[in-house]
Nanobody, 129 residues
């Protein structure tokens, strides 16, 4: 069982940048799909970005393509989310998650939260206009 701890959230003005980090308690080689989700007040949780496999294939929600970049450092057991050109609509609680091993490929390509079994506690991102 993996535990995930996010950090790096905060408040920033529109157009600014933040980098989120998520450290896993165990080697991520056993968890080929890692991802970031977010939930704004009054809205459902949505997939933001995922990273899959040894080739680190990446997948993004349309709303963040070209602005956010997901990456990972397997030695440090850490996955990152670089967020640039932030908008007020990006304001949300951001969660790191690990995909269920049996459906890892589907979880990562679909950005569907049903494919993710382990979640961090979340880190708040607030973007002001």
């Amino acid at each position: 069982q993996v535990q995930l701890v996010e950090s790096g959230g905060g408040s920033v003005q529109a157009g600014g940048s933040l980098r989120l980090s998520c450290e896993a308690s165990v080697s991520t080689y056993s968890y080929p799909c890692l991802g970031w989700f977010r939930q704004a007040p009054g809205k459902e949780r949505e997939g933001v970005a995922t990273i899959y496999g040894s080739a680190s294939s990446t997948y993004y929600a349309d709303s963040v393509k070209g602005r956010f970049t997901i990456s990972q450092d397997k030695v440090k057991r850490t996955v990152y989310l670089q967020m640039d050109s932030l908008k007020p609509d990006d304001t949300a609680m951001y969660y790191c998650a690990s995909g269920r091993a049996a459906v890892a490929r589907w979880a990562c390509t679909s950005l569907n939260e049903r494919g993710f079994g382990y979640w961090g506690q979340g880190t708040q991102v607030t973007v002001s206009s």
